[in-house]
Antibody, heavy 115, light 111 residues
Framework: EVQLVESGGGLIQPGGSLRLSCAAS????????MSWVRQAPGKGLEWVSV???????YYADSVKGRFTISRDNSKNTLYLQMNSLRAEDTAVYYC?????????WGQGTLVTVSS | NFMLTQPHSVSESPGKTVTISCTGS????????VQWYQQRPGSAPTTVIY?????PSGVPDRFSGSIDSSSNSASLTISGLKTEDEADYYC??????????FGTGTKVTVL
């Protein structure tokens, strides 16, 4: 069974840093395009970042220079390092396979940026 | 910036048909594949249509997708509406940089 499990979310003050993790089972992170997609409370979906199987990375303008996507092939895990967090980064963050279309999805982890 | 615009909400009775539009702000929507995702409250999205009009296994044939180049729009049609179809629906495609773009989302209410 394919499973993506996110962790690392929580309450963080503005300007702080947080690292999200996404552990995969039944699915090889390094062989697939992998993205982070977020959803602010009561709002729509927003693509955040992608890492291609070849290692290239891309970011939405809203997070460029602040967030870094990476993976650990030995742990079959995807990461999102989030720095200089702002209130508008408050959202549920989903880890998603994104080769062609978004599938599979994790259950999401909530990040709340507030003082 | 490239945007995909959807109606905020649509509603219809059980057994009827609803169609959700997804209009591209620029360029040709036909130049990149369009996907559609269903999101029920409290759950992660799931794919109902990929590559414009393809259904993943397990998605009933009541769901269909199409492209209309004349209006630069994609559409998701749900026929034989059921109460379980009540959810938010998002279209998704790509901008000129091949970055992923989601539509604004449509809430489907089954009356």
């Amino acid at each position: 069974e394919v499973q993506l499990v996110e962790s690392g979310g929580g309450l963080i003050q503005p300007g702080g840093s947080l690292r999200l993790s996404c552990a995969a089972s039944g699915f090889t992170v390094s062989s697939n395009y992998m993205s982070w997609v977020r959803q602010a409370p009561g709002k729509g979906l927003e693509w955040v970042s992608v890492i291609y199987s070849g290692g290239s990375t891309y970011y939405a303008d809203s997070v460029k220079g602040r967030f870094t996507i990476s993976r650990d092939n030995s742990k079959n895990t995807l990461y999102l390092q989030m720095n200089s967090l702002r209130a508008e980064d408050t959202a549920v963050y989903y880890c998603v396979g994104s080769e062609g279309w978004f599938d599979p999805w994790g259950q999401g982890t909530l990040v709340t940026v507030s003082s | 910036n490239f945007m995909l615009t959807q109606p905020h909400s649509v509603s219809e009775s059980p057994g009827k048909t609803v169609t959700i539009s997804c209009t591209g702000s620029s360029g040709s929507i036909a130049s990149n594949y369009v996907q559609w995702y269903q999101q029920r409250p409290g759950s992660a999205p799931t794919t109902v249509i990929y590559e414009d009009n393809q259904r993943p296994s397990g998605v009933p044939d009541r769901f269909s997708g199409s492209i209309d180049s004349s209006s630069n729009s994609a559409s998701l049609t749900i026929s034989g509406l059921k109460t379980e179809d009540e959810a938010d629906y998002y279209c998704q495609s790509y901008d000129s940089s091949r970055h992923y773009v989601f539509g604004t989302g449509t809430k489907v209410t089954v009356l």
